[in-house]
């Protein structure tokens, strides 16, 4: 049984720093699927923050780009989402996502349409 399992976020001010963690069970990270963050703000539509997709290669949304930054740790099976320099338009829910394992995964289709798995969200709050 695969479970994502998230943890950090919380309240910060604007410019300030706020590092997401992803771990999981039952699932391996590596580069055989895609893994990313993805965000929901109140009455807001879901958003693909960011990416890692089976090639290797990170995505980020605009929005965010130059500031946040994705990274994997294979050894610990935990995903990594670094925010700074937060705006208060970076509040939302964050969820991670991981897709089908051994299966070739686009990046850009990952961000459009989410995951095969969730974690269980985690707010972030950004204050100005």
């Known amino acids: 049984q695969v479970q994502l399992v998230q943890s950090g976020g919380g309240s910060v001010q604007a410019g300030g720093s706020l590092r997401l963690s992803c771990a999981s069970s039952?699932?391996?990270?590596?580069?055989?699927?895609?893994v990313g963050w993805f965000r929901q703000a109140p009455g807001k539509e879901r958003e693909g923050v960011a990416v890692i997709d089976s090639d290797g290669t990170t995505i980020y949304a605009d929005s965010v780009k130059g500031r946040f930054t994705i990274s994997q740790d294979n050894a610990k099976n935990t995903l990594y989402l670094q925010m700074n320099s937060l705006k208060p338009e970076d509040t939302a829910m964050y969820y991670c996502?991981?897709?089908?394992?051994?299966?070739?995964?686009?990046?850009?289709?990952?961000?459009?349409?989410?995951?095969?798995?969730w974690g269980q969200g985690t707010q972030v709050t950004v204050s100005s």
């Open positions: 996502a991981a897709s089908q394992p051994f299966r070739y995964c686009s990046g850009s289709n990952f961000l459009l349409h989410g995951g095969n798995y």
């Open positions: 039952g699932y391996t990270y590596n580069y055989d699927n895609c």
